[in-house]
């Protein structure tokens, strides 16, 4: 993608957001649209792994959660000022998540699903049963200061603002991801998805890569938790249980994983179903489950994949018009 | 107090030996992570419990797998069959699909208050165990665990069709070549391991209470058993099965705090020393 076009994407993305943010005027939809967009950030980050690295995790709702925690913990100690606190927290994650991604990358396929499982639900146990300070199942408020990077609270308690700045971290996120990706790291870390032992043999190292994937896709996730985390200020062990992680993949994979934009897009209508389903929100989980087998069955690539093959199909008619309409 | 934990570490063991054997049979020959299999051993427990409202105990024990075993070769002829080509991890989440349809309509046909089935009146009692009682019904469950463990055991090592399930697990293409009709295996074998779900349900149905999550509860001790034991190895899965039970019992006794994280850790301590588990040879 040239600079132009990354450029015009962005500013594009964020007029759209400041559009729906002006013209919806209900306080449910746009709160509704929020938590899409926070989970689409998390969706975001949990495609990412399974892009570059062609790994399913079952347990990145840790990161979406801990980051919650994190600064709430900090807050609540006074240890330092929130925006710092939000920098240190994401700092934090990174750091821990590639350490731990040296050791469990090496794990292939599906035991690796498990043991992320396995780790995810370590810390939603911890977290449940914990005394004091966190909570344990009840959980914990977060003191966030009067104003948070310059933006007083009583702003940010109006639901078109809170949707603009959630949509503008997604935005931005997608932003660095596509700037990162298209470079000299993106390459690599798609050829040794692609082969790790062909990778290999033309001299890249391997476990760096896959275990900085780990934590660039951790980060993100950990973004959206912090988003979570403003919007509700409040985290629970709930957010940690595997379920949610289950259901980011769910946006994942139905809104398909190999085009960046699937993901938020799963986001949005798993968000968006879930609200029109009304009635039948009690039965969410047989539709979306067997959403999710239609989705896998018939169209692997989700709807992202559907809407390309759409688009392109029809930009194929429209040459071949034009190609036929020349002679 | 300490025998009676290291009792109830055996019967939690003995049902996670019966949960796992099905989740490695299915593993081996399909090359699927059941994250259903959970699923599939509550609703084994709920078909269990209205069997045994309408008429007993005993009827529920044989009924319940039976169901199971008819859902289990359907699941793979429409299931696993068709999507035995596609990328394992895209067969993990359609199973995770299936979990929450199974979810779904045990809570619409159940509701999601508890149950309880009574234990059947033969086994209503205790027995003197080296001078503790324990309850009779749990030194059943113990004993079913063995037989399936024993009964598996031998049915792989010394039956002809034992014989084909190891071949198609260790090569499915050159099993086929020799004439044996691998479709039709797998789909007796994904039977009984989705049977033997069943009967870990109705097995556990009367001494853990009936609940929709039931399932999340042990399939993630089933998961920690598979991988630890070695994906798709039977004795291995055994083994880490009864030394999670036996973990979990001493755990709860001498570290109490520390006791739920525990399978994790041995878990995580497990794939980082030996990635393919402690029996597993292939990934």
Known sequence: ?327 | MLAINLFNGLVYGALLIVMCSGLALIYGLRRVVNFAHGSLYMLGAYLGYSIALQTNFWVALVAAPAVMLALGVLLDRYGFRLLQDRDPLTVVLVTFGLLLVIEDFVQTVWGKSNLSVPAPAALNMSVDLLGTPVPAYRLAVIAVGAMVALGLSLWLRYSKVGLFVRAASTDPTTTAMQGVNTDALSAGVVGLGTALAGLAGVVAAPFLSLSPSMSSDVIIDSFVVVVVGGLGSLAGAFIAAMVLGMVQALGAVYIPDLAAVLPFVIMIAVLIWKPSGLAGSRT
């Open chain 1, 1 to 327: 993608m040239s600079n132009l076009r990354v450029g015009m994407s962005t500013a594009a993305a964020l007029a759209a957001g400041a559009a729906v943010a002006l013209l919806v005027s209900s306080g449910t939809v746009l709160s509704l649209l929020t938590q899409a967009v926070i989970y689409a950030v998390f969706a975001t980050g949990i495609a990412l792994l399974l892009r570059q690295n062609g790994m399913v995790s079952f347990g990145h709702a840790l990161f979406f959660g801990v980051s919650g925690y994190a600064v709430g913990i900090v807050l609540q100690l006074k240890l330092m000022p929130a925006e710092l606190a939000v920098l240190v927290t994401l700092a934090g994650i990174a750091l821990a998540a590639f350490a731990v991604g040296l050791v469990i990358v090496r794990v292939p396929g599906v035991a690796f699903s498990m043991l992320t499982l396995a780790i995810g639900q370590m810390f939603f146990l911890t977290a449940s049963r914990s005394r004091g300070l966190t909570g344990g199942a009840d959980g914990m408020n977060i003191d966030w200061p009067a104003t948070l990077f310059g933006v007083p609270q009583s702003l940010l308690a109006r639901p078109a603002v809170m949707f603009m700045v959630c949509w503008s971290v997604l935005v931005l996120v997608m932003l660095l991801l596509v700037l990162v990706l298209r470079g000299r790291f993106g390459a690599i870390t798609e050829a040794v998805r692609d082969n790790e032992e062909r990778a290999r043999f033309i001299g890249i190292r391997t476990l760096m890569p896959r275990a900085a994937v780990y934590a660039l896709s951790a980060t993100v996730a950990g973004v959206g938790g912090l988003l979570s985390a403003l919007n509700t200020g409040f985290v629970s062990p709930e957010i940690l249980h595997w379920s949610v992680s289950g259901v980011g993949l769910m946006m994942v994979v139905v809104g398909g994983y190999k085009a960046l934009w699937g993901p938020p897009l799963g986001a949005i209508v798993y968000f968006l179903a879930r609200d029109v389903l009304g009635d039948y929100a009690n039965h969410w989980m047989a539709i979306f489950g067997i959403a999710l087998i239609a989705v896998i069955v018939f169209s692997p690539t989700g709807i992202a994949g559907a809407l390309q093959r759409l688009f392109k199909g029809r930009k194929t008619v429209l040459a071949a018009g034009a190609v036929a309409a020349r002679h």
